[in-house]
């Protein structure tokens, strides 16, 4: 029997951070979480980069082009859509959603979508370093395994 599992350490390769200014609050920490992860796991500062966009909705512009270039072993994506009082928030979770999934589809870097959809801003802090974790460094996590199974397959 072959089994493929992820390794879960950052290897050669490097990554890219693709962050949200909108809601900088939170995507400040999900980003240091980010890096704080990838240096953990033996990355060095040569080894990531970071791009901000203005919102969620430019994330998939940006990260679609970098992962093009064929430079970056991931892509992560990191930013927060917290709902408002229209459906604006529908919009852009449905959009990001289906734009970072285009990415992987069409080309096979791992772009990871790390990007917090809450109703609350309360949920987005517990998230963001707090009581549920931080999604960017979960995201950082994933884009590590995921590189690791894309080497291996
Ligand atoms: N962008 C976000 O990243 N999060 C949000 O919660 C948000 N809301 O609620 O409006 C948001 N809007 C901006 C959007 O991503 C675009 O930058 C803007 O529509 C211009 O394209």
């Given amino acids: ?5 992820g390794q879960v350490r950052a290897g ?7 962050v949200s200014r909108f809601n900088e609050f939170i995507t400040a920490k999900l980003l ?27 994330i998939t512009i940006a990260a679609k082009k970098l992962a093009k270039t064929g430079k970056y072993a ?11 009082q229209t459906s604006h928030y529908d919009y852009i979770c449905q959009q ?13 870097v791992p772009t990871i979508f ?3 959809t809450c109703d609350t801003l309360e949920q987005a802090v517990e998230r963001a370093g707090t009581k549920m974790g931080n999604a960017g460094a979960e ?11 894309m080497e291996q397959i």
């Fill in 114 to 116: 790390g990007v917090l």
């Fill in 139 to 149: 995201a950082a996590l994933t884009a590590m395994e995921t590189v690791s199974i």
């Fill in 74 to 84: 991931a892509v992560i994506c990191l930013g927060a859509v917290i709902r408002g």
């Fill in 32 to 58: 240091a979480g980010a890096i704080d992860c990838l240096r953990r796991h033996d990355a060095a500062d040569n080894q990531i980069s970071v791009v901000w966009v203005p919102g969620a909705c430019e």
């Fill in 12 to 18: 050669k390769g490097s990554y890219v951070v693709v």
């Fill in 96 to 108: 990001v959603a289906r734009g970072i999934g285009q990415i992987n589809y069409d080309t096979a």
């Fill in 1 to 5: 029997m072959k089994e493929v599992k």
